[in-house]
């Protein structure tokens, strides 16, 4: 049912835009952006029922939270990446989403960074 609520939510807020585009644009990509935050609102509830099922599983895994923790980061880092340059998109700017896209990746990666080492340190340990 939620999903229905969304998709609805979305067609509307589409045509709106597109009706009013030709006369505002600038009216439209706060219609964009006041879409894509509801819709966000919207799951928000749903990312911490899974954060705490993953936590759960991860304890019972004996993972550390702190890899947990910086796995979760890395996600959020992607999905809000994802959410602003398209929202940038929308708007015209795609030289600010590519920007956008492209520290989150280098976010990404200095978060990844220790997971890496202790992977490795862990092969390592399997080899000696």
């Known amino acids: 049912m939620d999903v229905l609520q969304i998709v609805a939510l979305g067609l509307t807020a589409t045509v709106l835009i597109v009706?009013?585009?030709?006369q505002r644009p600038d009216l439209a990509v706060l219609l964009s952006v006041a879409?894509?935050?509801i819709i966000f609102l919207l799951v928000?509830?749903?990312?911490?029922?899974?954060i705490e099922v993953v936590k759960e599983l991860s304890e019972r895994a004996g993972i550390s939270m702190?890899?947990?923790?910086?796995?979760?980061?890395?996600v959020g880092i992607a999905y809000i990446a994802e959410f602003g340059s398209q929202i940038c998109r929308d708007?015209?700017?795609?030289?600010?989403?590519?920007k956008i896209e492209f520290a989150a990746k280098v976010l990404i990666?200095?978060?990844?960074?220790?997971?890496?080492?202790?992977v490795l340190q862990s092969l390592l340990k399997l080899l000696w």
Do not use: R
């Open 91 to 98: 708007a015209g700017e795609g030289a600010v989403a590519s």
């Open 109 to 118: 990666m200095v978060l990844a960074v220790p997971i890496v080492v202790a």
């Open 35 to 37: 879409a894509g935050a």
């Open 44 to 50: 928000l509830g749903k990312i911490g029922s899974i």
């Open 19 to 22: 009706v009013v585009k030709s």
């Open 66 to 74: 702190v890899y947990l923790g910086t796995i979760l980061k890395i």
